[in-house]
Nanobody
C-alpha cells in the first residue's frame, strides 16, 4: 500500500487548504477496506491525530483543537481521502501525514499512531500570522 499526500503550502491565518491522500498498490482489497486518518507533527512536538474516518464512514474523530474547522472525507472513488482545513491558525503549522489501516471492524475508532500500518510521506502546512 502506498499513500501520497499533497496539498500543503503556505497560507495566512484565517485561510484554507485542502489536503489529499491518494492510495495505490492494493491487489486483493480496495481502499473501502481501510480506515484512514491524518496526523501532524509540529517542530519539537510529538505526532498527533488530526482526524480519522472509519471504513464505514460512520465514525469520525477529530482533535479538539480542529473541531469545527477541519473536515475529513473520502472521494467517490474511495482511494483518496481529503482534509479540508478552514480558519487556519499559526498553531496548525506542522507536517501533515496520512495513514491507513485495515484492522478492526467497520466502525472501529482508530486514534493512535500504533493503530496505523501505512503512512504517506508528509506534506508541510505553514500558517503565517
Amino acid at each position: 500500500v502506498q499513500l501520497q499526500a499533497s496539498g500543503g503550502g503556505l497560507v495566512q491565518a484565517g485561510g484554507s487548504l485542502r489536503l489529499s491522500c491518494a492510495g495505490s498498490g492494493l491487489t486483493f482489497r480496495t481502499f473501502r477496506d481501510y480506515h484512514r486518518a491524518w496526523f501532524r507533527q509540529a517542530p519539537g512536538k510529538e505526532r498527533e491525530l488530526v482526524a480519522a474516518i472509519s471504513r464505514s464512514d460512520r465514525v469520525l474523530s477529530y482533535a479538539d483543537s480542529v473541531k469545527g474547522r477541519f473536515t475529513i472525507s473520502r472521494d467517490n472513488a474511495e482511494k483518496t481521502v481529503h482534509l479540508q482545513m478552514n480558519s487556519l491558525k499559526p498553531e496548525d503549522t506542522a507536517v501533515y501525514y496520512c495513514a491507513a489501516t485495515a484492522r478492526g471492524t467497520d466502525n472501529s475508532r482508530h486514534i493512535r499512531e500504533v493503530d496505523y500500518d501505512y503512512w504517506g510521506q508528509g506534506t508541510q502546512v505553514t500558517v503565517s500570522s
